[in-house]
């Protein structure tokens, strides 16, 4: 029976056990059953727990082996790796453990893992049972020392999740009735980053309306001095305006509010991207984009644009690139919106505009000093013109800054050019890498196409059955994408971006 076969097959055992599984990976990681713990007895199985109930898909005992024991010889990582499963499955003492010949599962009907429930409780929009359930960073105080893989995937995990509590934390900030409840929030929300400078002004916004001028001028004064002893710079002309409201007793400028419709027509648009519901995509955007104006008018037409460039539609994508250029009020959103117009310009076979857009945005970029502009204009040169130092240098900042998404095109694009030198091993290395992030960022279109291209470089390194299943897993998300494939040539064809 195939791990897939029996996954399902147990769906309809879940109801009868007598115990149920929970694992605390929020925090220092914790396993319970019926709230006793479960002790590992090793930190790789711990790992290994982990990333299968994150990842949420059966894995290859061989992709397995290689991340949790770098260091051995295939026969020896292997050999690790079913002892490492026999102590799990043991420590587990149920038949959450799912295994066959190949590959490696959990039964995630059985188990209650916190990443999960705090994700979905996001998605429902219960934000505050949201808050309650982060009860700390992802495997806070754990680390594996001898897999850089394996830390580096843990990294990428922390940082997404405590991107996505950031983002609760300042929709709750703002759009809370009660004062002191929208200061306890934005308390947290400074706390979470103490140099995200927008969650110190909704603070210090937040306290000047409660009638602490006080506090927020101290929160001001604390802030400004963080800035000059961490990075040597002044606050923004706009925090600084808001201080000197407050010290002349006026009533701070913005209005403390819930998302507007346009705010949450715009965050569905996002989802339906990620889920590669282009059509759904469209229509939630194009109804924010009604609400709009400005600078936020111009950052929907750009997401617009993108999502007509994922579904090949060349001539709307460049429609709502100019008007998104158009719009932009600053050089780092015209150096987004350039760098991914050149990459469109580039797909559809325009290289002189494709070039021409790409070193406008650097300049851009450059001249803004923004760092996300700068990752993303190198990536755009690194294809253009093969030049591995733009996709490392593009991959080198987006891993700095956090922006997952630039991280998995640059490594992407960066294993596409170390295959064309012959370098297999890294071209598989870092398209594994690319993928692991995909999966947690949930970009089902970029997941298929890593799993396609994945496919092609194990085929041609002699692992024929390895490649067939990333084949397999590529045909079936590209088929699911964009209304079952309404749009698939185009769809379909995605390797680099």
């Excluded at 914790?30 to 002790?39: I, M």
């Excluded at 309650?132 to 922390?158: C, I, K, M, P």
């Excluded at 000047?208 to 001095?225: D, T």
Aim: glycine share 8%; net charge neutral.
């Amino acid at each position: 029976m195939t791990v897939r076969k029996a996954l399902r097959a147990s769906e309809g055992e879940g109801e009868s056990r007598s115990s149920r599984l929970t694992l605390r990976l929020l925090g220092p990681p914790r396993v319970e059953r019926d709230g006793e713990p479960v002790q590992m007895d090793t930190r790789k199985a711990i790992a290994l727990l982990a990333y299968l109930a994150v990842t949420g898909q059966p894995e290859g005992r061989d992709r397995l082996a290689a991340m949790l024991w770098p260091d051995a010889d295939t026969d020896r990582a292997r050999g690790a790796l079913r002892r490492t499963l026999s102590t799990l499955r043991t420590g587990l003492g149920g038949e959450e453990l799912r295994t066959d010949g190949l590959r490696v599962a959990l039964d995630l009907t059985a188990i209650d893992v916190d990443v999960h429930r705090f994700r979905a409780l996001v998605a429902e929009g219960r934000l505050e049972d949201a808050v309650t359930a982060y009860t700390g960073d992802f495997l806070s105080g754990f680390s594996l020392r001898d897999s850089v893989e394996f830390d580096e995937w843990q990294s990428a995990q922390t940082d997404a999740l405590r991107r996505e509590l950031s983002s609760v934390l300042e929709r709750l900030s703002l759009g809370a009735t009660e004062a002191r409840r929208a200061i306890d929030y934005a308390r947290r929300w400074v706390a979470l980053d103490p140099l995200h400078e927008p969650a110190h002004r909704a603070l210090i916004r937040l306290l000047a309306r409660a009638g602490e001028r006080s506090a927020a001028l101290k929160q001001y004064r604390e802030f400004a001095q963080l800035l000059d002893r961490e990075l040597g710079v002044a606050p923004l002309p706009e925090t600084t305006a808001l201080r000197d409201a407050i010290g002349r007793g006026e009533e701070p400028g913005e209005t403390t509010r819930r998302p507007s419709a346009a705010n949450v027509s715009e965050t569905v648009g996002d989802l339906y991207t990620l889920h590669g519901e282009y059509a759904k995509a469209v229509a939630s955007y194009s109804a924010a984009a009604k609400e709009t104006s400005g600078a936020a008018r111009a950052a929907i037409e750009h997401k617009l644009a993108n999502v007509h460039h994922r579904r090949g539609e060349w001539d709307e994508a460049e429609r709502h690139y100019r008007a998104a250029l158009r719009g932009a009020e600053d050089l780092a959103q015209r150096a987004r919106v350039g760098a991914d117009w050149s990459l469109a310009a580039h797909r559809r076979g325009r290289e002189a505009e494709a070039a021409r857009l790409a070193k406008d945005a650097l300049a851009l970029a450059e001249r803004a000093r923004d760092d996300r502009a700068l990752a993303q204009a190198h990536n755009i040169l690194g294809i253009l013109t093969g030049e591995r130092s733009h996709l490392e240098r593009a991959l080198a900042i987006a891993e700095r800054i956090g922006d997952a998404g630039v991280s998995v095109a640059a490594m992407n694009n960066l294993a596409l050019a170390h295959r064309r030198a012959g370098d297999h091993s890294r071209a598989i290395t870092l398209t594994e890498r690319a993928l692991a992030a995909c999966r947690t960022i949930g970009d089902r279109h970029r997941e298929a196409a890593l799993h396609n291209n994945l496919a092609d470089l194990l085929n041609s390194s002699g692992r024929r059955e390895e490649a067939m299943r990333h084949l397999k897993r590529a045909v079936t998300i590209f088929a699911e994408v964009d209304e079952a494939g309404a749009r698939e040539p185009e769809v379909w064809k995605l390797v680099e971006w």
